[in-house]
């Protein structure tokens, strides 16, 4: 069923119709509101809003990374009464004309899915990588210090910028460390292993992101990396951290770091939510259940997250 729609860039004056489409999302894991305005006023980060009439009905974000190459959806929102009346494919696709003007370098997109569930029938997405989440609540009153001690002999510290771009995102590193030649983060954000994509983190997220590494004489080379990224929810905060490692051993010692980190930087009660490998399924729940003594979301323990890529043509501009 098509819809009349008029179609425009969001303003910071239409934060207040936002939060309509906001309520009610995810039992208040939202991230749209606090994320917003930082959002609006970013150079290649678009929220293009969907009306009915006067009436707010859609949006959908987007962000262009990877030296201009690839477009990220990064979120979706449709009044409950409006869904199922293919608003956000019209949407998307009022979306992508305009990408293709403001940005004719772009050729491909890719979205992340909970679960196996095929980004749309008209578009030609294809899988290109598969996460596992696992999540728990953490109660700061309840924790005790032994809790988070470090539970084997590998040691986990904090990297600069210039040591992530330097070493890791170096094609020696990064062909080891990210196989698929992606970071997959938090907040629907998927980036490639390249400076302007840390920059482009570091815009969006200040000093709510945080980088760590394993410690190694001068001469090695580093065989894992984590991302810790701290986010305002409607309801809650959440700390997300991305691990990408191929040894047990390290992988553990990720998490457990990333869960420290996040108890000494929120005050208050939290989410801990781990993306990884599915080799580390059972070693990561173990590691939080038993190690750590936290309660898993039971929802989301065997959840995956898919990484959807579509190839599009490439528009070059006319002089």
Same mark, same amino acid.
């Given at each position: 069923?098509?819809?009349?729609?008029?179609?425009?860039?969001?303003?910071?004056?239409?934060?207040?119709?936002?939060?309509?489409?906001?309520?009610?999302i995810y039992n208040g894991g939202d991230y749209l509101p606090a994320r917003f305005h930082t959002w609006i006023k970013m150079k290649d980060v678009y929220v293009m809003l969907a009306f009915s009439g006067e009436k707010l009905v859609s949006?959908?974000?987007?962000?262009v990374v990877d030296e201009g190459m690839t477009v990220v959806y990064r979120a979706a929102r449709t009044l409950p009464e409006f869904r199922d009346r293919g608003i956000l494919t019209q949407l998307g696709e009022a979306m992508h004309a305009f990408l293709q003007k403001k940005h004719p370098?772009?050729?491909?997109?890719?979205?992340?899915?909970?679960?196996d569930r095929d980004p749309g029938a008209n578009y030609k997405w294809?899988?290109?990588?598969?996460?596992?989440?696992?999540?728990c609540c953490v109660k700061k009153a309840t924790l005790r210090s032994q809790q988070?001690?470090?539970?084997?002999? @590998?040691?986990?510290? /904090?990297? #600069?910028? &210039?040591? !992530?771009?330097?070493?890791?995102?170096?094609? $020696?590193? *990064?062909?080891?460390?990210?196989?698929?030649?992606?970071?997959?983060?938090?907040?629907?954000?998927v980036i490639e292993p390249v400076r302007s994509n840390l920059d482009y983190l570091i815009q969006e997220n200040g000093d709510s992101v945080?980088?760590?590494?394993?410690?190694?004489?001068?001469? @090695?080379?580093?065989? /894992?990396? #984590?991302? &810790?990224? !701290?986010?305002?929810?409607?309801?809650?905060? $959440?700390? *997300?951290?991305?691990?990408?490692?191929?040894?047990?051993?390290?992988?553990?010692?990720?998490?457990?770091?990333?869960?420290?980190?996040?108890?000494?930087?929120?005050?208050?009660?939290f989410t801990f939510q781990s993306y990884h490998d599915l080799a580390f399924a059972n070693c990561g729940k173990i590691v939080l259940k038993e190690l750590l003594e936290t309660k898993l979301d039971e929802e989301i323990i065997q959840n995956f997250e898919y990484l959807f890529e579509?190839?599009?043509?490439?528009h070059h501009s006319r002089v």
């Amino acid at each position: 069923m098509t819809q009349d729609l008029t179609f425009r860039l969001a303003k910071s004056s239409d934060f207040d119709k936002i939060l309509k489409l906001s309520e009610g999302i995810y039992n208040g894991g939202d991230y749209l509101p606090a994320r917003f305005h930082t959002w609006i006023k970013m150079k290649d980060v678009y929220v293009m809003l969907a009306f009915s009439g006067e009436k707010l009905v859609s949006l959908v974000v987007c962000s262009v990374v990877d030296e201009g190459m690839t477009v990220v959806y990064r979120a979706a929102r449709t009044l409950p009464e409006f869904r199922d009346r293919g608003i956000l494919t019209q949407l998307g696709e009022a979306m992508h004309a305009f990408l293709q003007k403001k940005h004719p370098s772009v050729h491909r997109r890719r979205c992340i899915r909970v679960k196996d569930r095929d980004p749309g029938a008209n578009y030609k997405w294809k899988t290109l990588a598969r996460r596992e989440v696992l999540s728990c609540c953490v109660k700061k009153a309840t924790l005790r210090s032994q809790q988070i001690a470090t539970i084997n002999s @590998a040691e986990i510290k /904090s990297c #600069s910028e &210039g040591y !992530l771009c330097d070493i890791l995102f170096s094609p $020696r590193v *990064a062909q080891k460390l990210f196989p698929d030649n992606v970071i997959h983060l938090d907040l629907g954000l998927v980036i490639e292993p390249v400076r302007s994509n840390l920059d482009y983190l570091i815009q969006e997220n200040g000093d709510s992101v945080y980088f760590a590494v394993e410690k190694l004489p001068d001469d @090695a080379l580093p065989r /894992s990396v #984590s991302f &810790g990224m !701290l986010s305002q929810r409607v309801k809650f905060v $959440r700390w *997300a951290a991305s691990i990408y490692s191929s040894d047990p051993v390290l992988y553990q010692a990720h998490l457990v770091h990333q869960f420290k980190r996040a108890c000494e930087v929120i005050e208050g009660n939290f989410t801990f939510q781990s993306y990884h490998d599915l080799a580390f399924a059972n070693c990561g729940k173990i590691v939080l259940k038993e190690l750590l003594e936290t309660k898993l979301d039971e929802e989301i323990i065997q959840n995956f997250e898919y990484l959807f890529e579509e190839k599009l043509p490439v528009h070059h501009s006319r002089v």
